[in-house]
């Protein structure tokens, strides 16, 4: 873990000092410890409507179709073949034919519109794989777990295409309107995602100043109105007590409402980008859902109160959260022959677990 922790810290570093930037490097770390090849996967790089995708297909006869699992990374969209062990190990372990989407630099929201496109297009074109479309299941992990929300939740009412099978969002950020919940008070300064930093990245990944953090972290976005609307999503109350045992102390008056900070942070309350913020009419015709949180995140109560909401529209629901876990440990389960992490892999396994039964 602190391996991972000192490359996050000298990539923030070298960022600041203007030499080279935090994504960058990191993509640069994470892209630059190619896996071996694999005889066991046929992997494919092909084009699904103008989006480039990787597809990985067992090479083991099966007596029927497959499973589809289209995969959404995280890393604020931007890091390209990082997640390849990850996609490796879900085709091998499920028997599933998955499909990575790869990442372009481009601003959001093309990364919404791009994971939309290759899930329709895999969709209609399932069996041309050897895939079941009613066993087609959509995944990602922080911000890819964004994506998987919002793009589950843009397909509800689509006559032309079958309905997803489940959605499985792994330590999924889903709102920017409350950064005081129990999970962001705990988790403030513990890395790898500190409470300040998930907003930054926010802002970035939006193409926003990021000047304004501090004053975003205080609420002055969320005008009256919407915090009476959001109060019934977001509120702590619906977090179990468990949760606050770490220490929890409710936030007291709101900070005085700017309309031009709610001007500048308007895309965070969108759905795309907090899909928590969501109607009830969308959230109610969801597909069954897994979530992954971890302890030591401060992204754990996203996933908490997302479950809360699924299961008062009788969606079904089933909760992985990893006591000693930490925000990336299942991306860095894939390289455990490298750095070992029980929680992560502990995590990855409940995932494939969930994968098989669909």
Request: hydrophobic share 40%; glycine share 6%; proline share 6%.
């Amino acid at each position: 873990k602190m391996l991972w922790i000192n490359l996050l810290l000298r990539a923030i570093f070298l960022d600041k000092l203007g030499i080279m930037s935090e994504v960058s490097l990191l993509r640069a770390i994470m892209d630059g410890i190619p896996p071996l090849k694999d005889k066991r996967l046929i992997i494919k790089d092909l084009i699904f409507e103008k989006v480039k995708v990787r597809l990985y297909q067992p090479k083991t006869s099966t007596t029927g179709q497959r499973r589809g699992v289209l995969y959404f990374h995280g890393g604020v969209g931007r890091f390209g073949s990082a997640y390849e062990r990850t996609c490796r190990i879900l085709a091998r372990k499920t028997n599933s034919v998955v499909v990575y989407r790869l990442a372009p630099e481009f601003p959001y929201p093309t990364q919404f519109h791009d994971c939309l496109t290759a899930t329709i297009h895999f969709m209609k074109t399932a069996q041309d794989y050897g895939v079941d479309p009613a066993r087609i299941i959509v995944c990602g992990d922080s911000s890819g777990g964004t994506l998987t929300a919002a793009v589950a939740q843009a397909l509800v009412n689509r006559k032309d295409v079958p309905k997803l099978r489940a959605q499985i969002l792994i330590y999924p950020f889903l709102q920017a309107a409350d950064f005081n919940l129990p999970s962001y008070q705990q988790n403030a300064k513990i890395p790898v995602l500190i409470r300040e930093r998930t907003l930054i990245l926010g802002l970035k990944y939006l193409n926003k100043d990021i000047s304004a953090v501090n004053i975003l972290l205080k609420g002055s976005h969320i005008s009256e109105e919407r915090r009476q609307k959001y109060q019934k999503w977001l509120s702590a109350d619906n977090i179990p007590h468990e949760f606050k045992m770490r220490g929890y102390t409710p936030p007291g008056p709101p900070a005085p409402y700017s309309e031009e900070i709610y001007k500048l942070a308007k895309p965070f309350l969108e759905p795309l980008f907090s899909p928590l913020l969501c109607e009830d009419n969308v959230i109610a015709q969801l597909p069954e859902t897994f979530i992954l949180t971890c302890e030591y995140d401060v992204l754990r109560d996203d996933g908490l109160l997302y479950k809360k909401r699924l299961e008062d529209h009788g969606i079904k629901v089933t909760l992985c959260h990893l006591e000693e876990g930490f925000h990336g440990t299942i991306f860095l389960a894939a390289y455990s022959k490298v750095v070992t992490f029980q929680s992560g892999i502990k995590g990855l396994e409940k995932i494939t677990k969930f994968l098989r039964l669909m």
